[in-house]
């Protein structure tokens, strides 16, 4: 099978983008089912497949005990990631500011989608970012040894009118990852780091963000207890 043998190579040490190269020459696969694929499919399933492959060890390990923190600040994008305590759950919220490639309009377009536990059955709103990020966050997890709740948003501003849409966003969340992470107590204190991040205020992200909206209902219900 094609999946397999993306795995295979993927654990190999073979780069994504060669594996994403092959996958889309139709050169991995069983004999008679090899076909071309349309780049755009063949990056989108390889990220699928092989984040789905790297979540199943995910949920295998110890749950994180702090909140932390990423920002990375890179060509005219911002990329900021939360991961919380708690079981694998994952969500990416884009921003796009007026005047820039998918937004040619006068207000920012904010748009999220996530997965619980046990993944999703339909595929995201978002499209190939989703997968490509939801790769490197998994990546992290694995190499870190702990699983956690993950928030990723990207904010795309004024003058951002490159059309290197989903390797860009691949390789940008992995170096984000490289950076070395802030650590907080409690999930106020890193909303208000959150808060004094992007451009766009906080109540934004909780408005858009169902995990942020989920975390503050437990905080609330946890106050009573």
């Known amino acids: 099978k094609a999946e397999e043998a ?9 780069p994504v983008s060669a594996i994403q190269r092959a996958f889309s020459v139709g050169a991995l696969g069983a004999g008679k089912l090899r076909r071309l694929v349309p780049t755009r499919w063949s990056i989108t399933a390889v990220d699928d497949a092989l984040s789905r492959h790297l979540i199943e060890q995910v949920k295998g390990l110890k749950h994180l005990d702090r909140y932390l923190f ?14 919380a305590p708690g079981a694998w759950s994952y969500e990416w919220i884009e921003a796009w500011f007026p005047h820039t490639t998918w937004n040619p ?11 619980g536990y046990r993944g999703r059955t339909t595929y995201a709103s978002l499209g190939g970012c989703y997968y490509a990020a939801r790769l490197a966050t998994a990546e ?30 691949r390789e940008s ?13 409690s999930l106020r ?14 109540s934004v992200w909780l408005e858009k963000s169902a995990l942020l909206r989920r975390m503050l209902g437990q905080e609330r219900l946890e106050v009573w207890l």
Do not use: C, H
Request: aromatic content about 16%.
């Open 189 to 202: 204190e890193v909303l208000d780091r959150l808060g004094r991040s992007t451009r766009l205020p906080l």
């Open 140 to 169: 992290y997890m694995v190499k870190e040894g702990f699983q956690g709740t993950a928030i990723l948003i990207r904010e795309i501003y004024e003058g951002f009118f490159l059309p290197i849409g989903v390797w860009f966003v």
């Open 105 to 115: 309009g006068t207000t920012v377009e904010v748009e999220g989608d996530w997965e």
């Open 173 to 185: 969340v992995r170096a984000l990852f490289r950076s070395k992470p802030e650590r907080y107590d």
């Open 6 to 14: 993306v795995i295979y190579l993927y654990e190999s040490g073979v």
């Open 70 to 83: 990423f920002e990375r600040k890179y060509a005219d994008n911002t990329f900021v990631a939360v991961i």
